[in-house]
């Protein structure tokens, strides 16, 4: 890389940009005041910090050298002494506890090195200033409506938008913000070089793999390895301008405060402090939660107006005016007869969940999820290319560290041509069918429980019939299955956490190579475990229940009990009770977890580095330290590791199933969820601004694998609605009573009971009772069941190719990527191609020895020499203090 002043001077234009020192592209604060002091320095009060790495060990090694193996003490300072020769400036603090102390290594790259790993790793950098704000759809109807948004607010300093290609040494004069070396790279853009580094400096043999700061961190080395919060999350006293506020606390202000709950995100300041990759989770789940408020008016409108319903329902009225006009068998062997009027409450009450409007719900809900995933595209376009992501490809993605240390044997990359850790492709197969063998013993194991659940409610119902207590005899029923879905929550969430715990060791067993093969292989097999863990026992109530309990004389059993058949406000709403039950109980659960759990953590950690500042008065007798502030190396190792975003990911899906696949038996569930995930935000923001470590920047072009879940949930509630309005619900056999017998729906109560055998009748005092059945006196199936049979198969066949077509139509009407997105595209890719021409004619002659420039879009990498065979930077680097010594290949 040639040195600064070596630069060779062009006179023409590469693009025409507007120039305006206001914009500064390095820092978020363009109006800031400069008053406030920037801590995340080292002791001179300029070098910023660009990362920590921290490590503790028992005081008493510092003078015998017990109680730290010698082998970690010599790989981190072989670590860091490769550091100091790849030209990364270093100063060490110390903290004294107790009994530890905490070593704290500050990081920092000098501009030299920025320059050289920016175009490493494809930094892009901007080239001229573009005006376009997010803009949301409701903005825009509201806008046009000449409405007032409550949703909006005057975030401050917003992020500047521009068209960017990758960094060029040689055009460093070109990009916006040059002038000015401290701020030109983002702070997130110095962290990710700072990480490169880490990760790819070898501190022992690169034949075992032990290259990097992940593989130390598994090791122990270092204890903790992040980049600096940008000061404080609280507001200044005495208060302060808004623009002179710094970005993590403009996060706090307007976005992780309850009091944000109804205002758009900020998702630009997002982006700019945690990245890409979180802030597309952020926008993904603000996106579901607004596209959740239409359908939640809908469910609520139609649950309301099932009152109506309920109110003019002509069944209804003959099941509570029957009196004793239908006597109904024994629910169990031990129970007695009892009269259908007994339970007009609880039919009513069932209407609320199994009428009309539920149908209407169920189509409206699944093209409601295929539009939603739509939309979503064309969001998730426009803002991967806002953010610079739309044609991102990652680098050649290194080996995780537990894969290199646990390799058997290497083998030589056929693309960097150096030795790498390797996995025989065959052991790897048998590793993951043993996985899936396991995967379907753990779902025999659900299903196990599922059969124990079910067999409790039966013999539970059984004991309150032989309880001398008749009240609760009258609502054995109702207990036994609320007691029933409250214990199936509990064996959920135990069976939760095991195979978490299962997954994790199956996966890492498999040995994958890369991080993202990791991690995908372990979201797939925990979706199908919590897939099978939580709609079991709903998929069980809707479509089986009460499906195979005989009749009179003849009843199933199952190890001897009898089956158990729907209660008396049938089936639609025992599954709504469930599904209230395991989403709003999971839901309450998680946010109270979320809530309660990282600030105990938090205090602990805090809690156990509070002896310090006592301890190292007495020892060095310094003047006292107890009111002097925290330094921010101390305050952040204070914070929690940022866990990543699986199990929010995960918690926002099994939501998206239950609201989607089970809506027709539960209209307010959209509501609930609505509900949750604006507290669901709020807490995601809190804990990643207050409560997180600082993590380092990920880019990513869209939610991932996650995508390819929801598409699959998509097509399920499909299905699962039409079965459930075909076979569950009484919607076909009151449409066929209506257009075959009587269309007010009178007599409609006799036609859906059964009289018992008279086989039956004889061993009961000659005395006959009713059932719920299509059957004749021999227990024989009527030709109305068949009828009811051939129109139930025809309506879900014609339900799901309806909506499946409509889906289709409307992916074909609305394109991935929006025309303005579109035409920002084809501007940028117009002024990339003007920028690599320029850089093609001059390239060989301004930088020599460098690799030929590929031809076509700046956004594609140029050919380099492979992280793997090189862990230095190259050796030109005058500008270094002497300190850190020349760098130099290893």
């Known amino acids: 890389m040639r040195r600064r002043g070596q630069q060779h001077e062009d006179g023409t234009i590469l693009i025409a940009m507007e120039t305006n020192l206001e914009l500064n592209y390095g820092s978020i604060t363009m109006e800031a005041a400069a008053s406030s002091v920037d801590?995340?320095?080292?002791?001179?009060?300029?070098?910023?910090?660009?990362?920590?790495?921290?490590?503790?060990?028992?005081?008493?090694?510092?003078?015998?050298?017990?109680?730290?193996?010698?082998?970690?003490?010599?790989?981190?300072?072989?670590?860091?002494?490769?550091?100091?020769?790849a030209g990364v400036l270093q100063e060490q603090r110390e903290v004294l506890q107790m009994k530890t102390r905490i070593c704290f290594v500050l990081l920092s790259a000098p501009w030299n090195v920025l320059c050289y790993y920016a175009e490493e790793i494809s930094l892009r950098v901007p080239l001229q200033v573009v005006t376009a704000p997010i803009v949301n759809w409701s903005e825009k109807v509201l806008s046009k409506l000449s409405l007032p948004n409550p949703l909006s607010q005057d975030v401050p300093n917003p992020p500047p938008d521009y068209y960017t290609c990758q960094f060029r040494t040689n055009k460093l004069e070109r990009f916006l913000g040059s002038e000015d070396t401290e701020t030109f790279f983002k702070t997130t853009q110095r962290h990710?070089?700072?990480?490169?580094?880490?990760?790819?400096?070898?501190?022992?043999?690169?034949?075992?793999?032990?290259?990097?700061?992940?593989?130390?961190?598994?090791?122990?080395?270092?204890?903790?390895?992040?980049?600096?919060?940008?000061?404080?999350?609280?507001?200044?006293?005495?208060?302060v301008a808004p623009q002179s506020l710094g970005l993590r606390q403009i996060l706090y202000e307007y976005w992780a405060k309850w009091s944000c709950w109804r205002r758009y995100q900020p998702l630009d300041h997002i982006r700019e402090y945690f990245g890409e990759k979180i802030a597309l989770y952020f926008a993904w789940i603000g996106f579901y939660t607004g596209w959740l408020l239409p359908v939640s008016l809908v469910g609520t409108l139609i649950f309301l107006v099932g009152f109506w319903l309920v109110a003019t329902d002509v069944p209804a009225?003959?099941?509570?005016?029957?009196?004793?006009?239908?006597?109904?068998?024994?629910?169990?062997?031990?129970?007695?007869?009892?009269?259908?009027?007994?339970?007009?409450?609880?039919?009513?009450?069932?209407?609320?969940?199994?009428n009309g409007g539920t149908v209407f719900l169920s189509v409206f809900m699944s093209l409601w999820a295929v539009t939603f995933l739509e939309y979503w595209k064309r969001t998730c376009s426009a803002l991967s290319h806002r953010w610079d992501c739309s044609d991102f490809q990652d680098i050649e993605e290194r080996p995780r560290p537990e894969f290199t240390a646990m390799a058997p044997m290497t083998m030589r990359n056929p693309v960097t041509g150096s030795e790498e850790p390797y996995f025989p492709e065959k052991k790897r197969f048998n590793r993951t069918i043993t996985g899936c063998m396991v995967i379907i013993i753990m779902v025999a194991v659900?299903?196990?429980?599922?059969?124990?659940?079910?067999?409790?409610?039966?013999?539970?119902?059984?004991?309150?019939?032989?309880?001398?207590?008749?009240?609760?005899?009258?609502?054995?029923?109702?207990?036994?299955?609320?007691?029933?879905?409250?214990?199936?929550?509990?064996?959920?969430?135990?069976?939760?956490?095991?195979?978490i715990m299962l997954a994790h060791i199956l996966t890492r067993w498999e040995m994958h190579r890369t991080q993202t093969k990791y991690e995908?292989?372990?979201?797939?097999?925990?979706?199908?475990?919590?897939?099978?863990?939580?709609?079991?026992?709903?998929?069980?109530?809707?479509?089986?229940?009460?499906?195979?309990?005989?009749?009179?004389?003849?009843?199933?059993?199952?190890?001897?009990?009898?089956?158990?058949?729907?209660?008396?406000?049938?089936?639609?709403?025992?599954?709504?009770?469930?599904?209230?039950?395991?989403?709003?109980g999971k839901q309450l659960i998680n946010n109270v977890q979320e809530f309660i759990?990282?600030?105990?953590?938090?205090?602990?950690?805090?809690?156990?580095?509070?002896?310090?500042?006592?301890?190292?008065?007495?020892?060095?007798?310094?003047?006292?330290?107890?009111?002097?502030?925290?330094?921010?190396?101390?305050?952040?190792?204070?914070?929690?590791?940022?866990?990543?975003?699986?199990?929010?990911?995960?918690?926002?899906?099994?939501?998206?199933?239950?609201?989607?696949?089970?809506?027709?038996?539960?209209?307010?569930a959209p509501l609930f969820a609505l509900i949750n995930n604006w507290v669901e935000i709020r807490l995601d923001a809190q804990k990643f601004v207050t409560e997180y470590r600082r993590p380092v920047v990920e880019r990513a072009q869209d939610i991932g694998i996650w995508f390819t879940i929801l598409q699959f949930i998509t097509h399920m509630a499909v299905l699962s609605n039409a079965f459930l309005i075909g076979f569950t619900s009484s919607f076909v056999p009151r449409l066929y009573y209506r257009y075959t017998r009587?269309?007010?729906?009178?007599?409609?109560?006799?036609?859906?009971?059964?009289?018992?055998?008279?086989?039956?009748?004889?061993?009961?005092?000659?005395?006959?009772?009713?059932?719920?059945?299509?059957?004749?006196?021999?227990?024989?199936?009527?030709?109305?069941?068949?009828?009811?049979?051939?129109?139930?198969?025809?309506f879900v066949i014609i339900f799901e190719h309806v909506v499946f077509f409509i889906g289709r139509l409307i992916d074909m009407m609305v394109p991935d990527i929006p025309e303005e997105v579109e035409m920002k595209m084809k501007r940028e890719h117009y002024m990339a191609k003007e920028a690599l021409a320029e850089n093609q004619s001059l390239g060989k002659t301004m930088i020599p020895g460098d690799k030929e420039v590929l031809s076509g879009d700046l956004w594609q990498r140029g050919s380099r020499i492979s992280p793997q065979q090189r862990d230095s930077p190259p050796p030109n680097l005058e500008e270094i203090p002497e300190e850190t010594n020349q760098m130099s290949n290893s």
């Not at 034949?207 to 999350?233: C, N, W």
């Not at 006009?325 to 039919?347: D, K, Q, R, V």
């Not at 005395?767 to 299509?774: E, I, V």
């Open 39 to 85: 801590a995340n320095v080292f002791s001179d009060g300029k070098t910023r910090i660009d990362f920590v790495l921290v490590w503790e060990e028992p005081r008493s090694s510092q003078e015998d050298g017990s109680g730290v193996s010698p082998a970690h003490r010599k790989w981190r300072e072989e670590f860091l002494s490769r550091l100091r020769h």
């Open 192 to 239: 990710q070089v700072l990480y490169e580094i880490l990760a790819r400096t070898p501190y022992g043999s690169l034949r075992k793999g032990e290259v990097g700061i992940d593989r130390l961190m598994s090791e122990q080395v270092f204890t903790a390895a992040y980049p600096l919060h940008e000061g404080d999350f609280r507001l200044p006293v005495p208060p």
């Open 317 to 354: 009225k003959e099941v509570c005016e029957s009196g004793n006009t239908f006597t109904m068998c024994p629910l169990c062997n031990i129970c007695t007869s009892w009269n259908y009027s007994s339970i007009c409450l609880a039919y009513k009450a069932g209407l609320l969940f199994d």
């Open 446 to 499: 659900v299903l196990m429980f599922l059969i124990a659940i079910i067999l409790y409610r039966t013999i539970l119902i059984v004991i309150i019939h032989k309880s001398e207590y008749s009240f609760f005899s009258f609502s054995a029923g109702r207990i036994a299955s609320l007691s029933g879905s409250v214990l199936n929550l509990l064996v959920i969430l135990m069976l939760s956490r095991v195979y």
């Open 520 to 584: 995908d292989m372990f979201i797939l097999k925990v979706f199908i475990f919590q897939f099978v863990n939580f709609y079991s026992s709903p998929v069980y109530i809707a479509f089986f229940k009460g499906r195979f309990i005989g009749y009179p004389g003849h009843y199933d059993t199952l190890f001897g009990v009898r089956n158990e058949d729907c209660g008396a406000g049938g089936c639609l709403m025992e599954l709504a009770q469930e599904l209230l039950v395991i989403m709003v």
């Open 597 to 668: 759990h990282p600030k105990v953590k938090t205090w602990w950690q805090r809690r156990k580095m509070s002896p310090q500042f006592k301890d190292k008065q007495g020892e060095v007798g310094e003047e006292t330290r107890r009111f002097e502030e925290v330094s921010p190396w101390e305050a952040d190792y204070q914070l929690l590791v940022c866990e990543g975003l699986f199990s929010e990911y995960l918690e926002m899906v099994l939501q998206f199933g239950f609201i989607t696949i089970f809506v027709a038996a539960c209209p307010l």
């Open 742 to 794: 009587d269309s007010t729906l009178s007599g409609f109560i006799n036609f859906t009971l059964a009289t018992s055998p008279q086989s039956y009748s004889q061993q009961h005092n000659n005395t006959s009772c009713r059932y719920r059945g299509f059957r004749d006196g021999k227990g024989e199936f009527l030709p109305e069941y068949f009828h009811l049979l051939a129109i139930r198969l025809g």
